[in-house]
């Protein structure tokens, strides 16, 4: 099992910056992909970022490409993510999420992923 806390999330004007942090507990932390996705009002869940189990590949939805860096420190048992120049577009509930354990590449879908913490909102004003 997994337990994962995200935090940071909080109100910021267009073009700041904000990073969250997910703080896990659980065996399997070290050895599993893990991920951000993020919710708005009325939208489904989107992918936004995913890291492999060791933190070597990233990938990145092309809305976020460029402006957002997600990486992880795994003798903290801690994923980040690191906003640049956000938008109000940005503005949603972010959730990070763990892969199962040994499950060490990242992924964008969000069925691939048996762990969620329970959000944390960004709110982007214009």
């Known amino acids: 099992q997994v337990q994962l806390v995200e935090t940071g999330g909080e109100l910021v004007q267009a073009g700041g910056s904000l990073r969250l942090s997910c703080a896990a507990s659980g065996r399997t932390f070290g050895s599993a992909a893990l991920g951000w996705f993020r919710q708005a009002p009325g939208k489904e869940r989107e992918f936004v970022a995913t890291v492999s189990w060791n933190g070597d590949s990233t990938t990145y939805a092309d809305s976020v490409k460029g402006r957002f860096s997600i990486f992880r420190d795994n003798a903290k048992m801690t994923l980040y993510l690191q906003m640049y120049s956000l938008k109000p577009e940005d503005t949603a509930v972010y959730y990070c999420?763990?892969?199962?354990?040994?499950?060490?590449?990242?992924?964008?879908?969000?069925?691939?992923?048996?762990?969620w913490g329970q959000g944390t909102q960004v709110t982007v004003s214009s």
């Open positions: 999420a763990a892969r199962r354990g040994f499950d060490y590449s990242g992924s964008s879908n969000y069925l691939d992923y048996a762990y």
